[in-house]
């Protein structure tokens, strides 16, 4: 039985009288996005966000990754000034990179909601808050702060997708994959347990087709080989910036379109536009739109509305001084060119079927194992910090950096009597995943620490690390403490299991996360080699160097 209460049909009323209609859900069905109606829908969307802090001096950020940002959902003022530049751009998505989850992003969203405007948002942020490319962990700060940032936006009905990484796969670190897949995979299981029908993606940077496309199908791939998607992304994006010029299909895009023909799950290009031979015709628009991609993307993020600064030049659709919003002859073309789409609505959502296939074999060119890493376990990691000997007690706010040389000085002592930094440690290319490489950096750190004080017959002296360790007289006695505290605590070190919405409790409780806030990666893009662009976010660092869990 439907009883229409009265506050819904003021509420109805409310809406009919503003002449909003609820934005249409969009679901994936096998490779394509379809709306409510049945609809095929297309991404027809911009990269919204503006660009963090790059130094561009730094030899340690090859990438040009920004180590700060600005949330750009949060200021409703700024969104609503937008918005009529968003709507004459003909754009109905807008990808943000990263989001503060602490924040309240009513007004943004709704305004984007009522004018039928979808939101990619990437859970990473810059510096500690993204799976780190070199020394890659899937752990408890992260998973954290990934389903904070979606408790945040459950709420609103125009999350399209979640991307769970940003070209944190790169060529020759490949093997950093199985960390990905596994934040796909908790990040599934996650929404699921909400009833969230937002996607899971992955924006990949382009590059060589011999990593780059098998990278592709180890993401939407199942390595049961049961045809079960549970390890699976919904949505694969490519930031592709082969098109410049007045080019054509053939010479841009062809070659890269024959390689996704067979392509499982949803493809899109989660940044496009010409990088490097100004001005921007975005002439791609017509191909992507058309009968020769359609059958195999759906739609791409122009890269982007805020102005952008990268190795190559300066990018950007306008320029912005307060309120003030000034457009460029980039934002006309666009603009026209977005204006003049029209996809095929073909297939049919019934005709199209899921298939999730094997997983492509390790070679010389992808070294990723389809063990992947398991889902991080807070319970397990707080019940081992209580019990560790020699803990971890950070003299500053800011310990992030301090954590990464901590853990190297840690390990390289152990190393030398003997001991190994193996279980915090992992290898995605054999798919050996240390006990404790799911728990938080500052675990991390207590626990190679005790290793040492153990070792070194408790003496207090070998707990100091200079002032950041603190011997705990609760914990257990015993040459071996720390390590009979992992094996009680962590039961089952290859567990998965759907991470549970507590909130609170969930989150970063104690000084377990090394996480605070923080960061934002955006829109710092260079282009690096030959055909790969690199962008944003990605990655990074808890400050832990990289090299120093195979130390012995
Ligand atoms: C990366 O891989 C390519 C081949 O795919 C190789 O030529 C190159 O030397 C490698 N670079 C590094 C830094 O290992
Ligand atoms: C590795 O396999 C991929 C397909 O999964 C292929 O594209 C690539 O060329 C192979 N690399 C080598 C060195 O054979
Ligand atoms: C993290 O945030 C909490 C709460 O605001 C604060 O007490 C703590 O000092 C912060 N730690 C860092 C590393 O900033
Ligand atoms: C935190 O430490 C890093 C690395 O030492 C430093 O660059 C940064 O400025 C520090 N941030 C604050 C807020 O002190
Ligand atoms: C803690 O460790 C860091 C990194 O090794 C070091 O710079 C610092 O002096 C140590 N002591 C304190 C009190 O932070
Ligand atoms: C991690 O986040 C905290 C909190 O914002 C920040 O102060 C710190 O600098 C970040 N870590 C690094 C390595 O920058």
Known sequence: ??????????????????????????????????????????????????????????????????????????????????????????????????????????????????????????????????????????????????????????????VLAYNVGNEVVVQNGTAVAPYVKAAARDIKAYL??????????????????????????????????QNNGDTAIDIYGLNNYEWCGDSNFQSAYAGTNGDYAGYNVVAYFSEFGCITQPPRLWTEVAALFSSQMTDIWSGGIAFSYFPAR??????????????????????????????QVSPPNSPSSSSASSSFPACPTQNDTFAASTTLPPTPNEAACQCLESTLSCQFTPQTANYSAVVGELINVACNLLGQQGGSCNDIGGDGSTGTYGRISGCDPTIKTSFVMSEFFELNNRNPESC?????????????????????????????????????????????????????????????????????VVGVVGVVVVGVLSGVWTML
């Open 192 to 225: 699921k347990s909400q009833s969230s029908s937002a996607l899971v993606g992955y924006a990949a940077i382009d590059g060589s087709p011999n990593w780059r496309d098998p990278l592709a199908n180890f993401l939407s791939c199942d390595p049961s080989g």
């Open 1 to 158: 039985m439907f009883i229409r209460s009265p506050t819904t049909i003021a509420l109805l009323a409310a809406s009919w009288s503003l002449g909003v209609q609820a934005i249409s859900k969009v679901t994936r069905s096998g490779r394509y996005l379809y709306t409510d109606d049945g609809n095929r829908f297309y991404i027809r969307g911009i990269a919204y966000q503006e660009q963090g802090q790059v130094d561009e001096n730094d030899p340690n950020n090859p990438f040009l990754e920004p180590s700060s940002f600005t949330d750009p959902l949060v200021d409703g003022n700024a969104c609503s000034r937008d918005l009529s530049f968003l709507q004459q751009l003909n754009v109905n998505t807008i990808r943000v990179y990263s989001v503060d989850s602490t924040k309240n992003h009513d007004s943004c969203m709704k305004t984007f909601s009522d004018a039928g405007i979808y939101t990619i948002i990437d859970l990473a942020l810059p510096l500690n808050g993204s799976i780190d490319r070199t020394s890659p962990s899937w752990s408890t700060n992260l998973l954290d702060q990934y389903t904070n940032t979606i408790n945040t936006f459950s709420k609103y009905d125009n």
């Open 310 to 339: 990268s190795a190559q030049g300066e990018f950007g659709m306008v320029t912005i001084d307060g309120n003030n919003v000034q457009t460029s002859d980039d934002f006309d073309r666009l603009k026209t060119q977005y204006g």
């Open 464 to 532: 100091r690390f200079a002032g950041n360790g603190t011997v705990n007289p609760l914990a257990p006695s015993g040459v071996s403490a720390a390590n009979s505290a992992a094996s009680s605590c962590i039961s089952n070190p290859s567990a998965t299991f759907t991470p549970s919405a507590t909130g609170g409790s969930n989150s970063a409780s104690g000084s377990g996360s090394g996480n605070n806030g923080s960061g934002g990666d955006n829109g710092a893009r260079a282009l690096m080699g030959g055909d790969a």
